[in-house]
């Protein structure tokens, strides 16, 4: 499967370790449920998607185009803030 390609522990969108400062992940929110939480994945996901359909060149998103919204909701994935 694709999604064992990328890194977990690392931004899902560039595949880089924080430099300074940690990685956002929205399950850190406080007093949000899990069904909120993954619509943030989902909302990330589409945007993603959307670029790419679009046919904008996106050469700084590592993430594989067939991780779903829930593989990363699972894995609890992280990102920058400028990413």
Same mark, same amino acid.
């Given at each position: 499967? /694709? /999604?064992?390609?990328?890194? +977990?522990?690392? !931004?899902?969108? !560039?595949? =880089? ?5 940690? %990685? =956002?992940?929205? =399950?850190?929110? *406080?007093?949000?449920?899990? &069904? &909120?939480?993954?619509? *943030? ?6 945007? @993603?998607?959307? %670029? ?5 060149? %996106?050469? *700084?998103? @590592? %993430?594989? *185009? ?7 909701? /699972?894995?609890?994935? @992280? +990102?920058?803030? !400028?990413?």
């Amino acid at each position: 499967m /694709e /999604e064992d390609v990328v890194n +977990w522990q690392r !931004c899902i969108i !560039c595949q =880089k370790a924080p430099v300074r400062g940690v %990685l =956002k992940n929205t =399950k850190n929110e *406080k007093g949000k449920s899990d &069904e &909120e939480h993954l619509e *943030k994945f989902k909302n990330l996901h589409n945007n @993603l998607h959307s %670029l790419w359909n679009a046919g904008v060149p %996106l050469p *700084k998103v @590592l %993430l594989p *185009k067939t991780v779903t919204a829930q593989t990363m909701f /699972e894995k609890t994935a @992280l +990102w920058h803030h !400028c990413c």
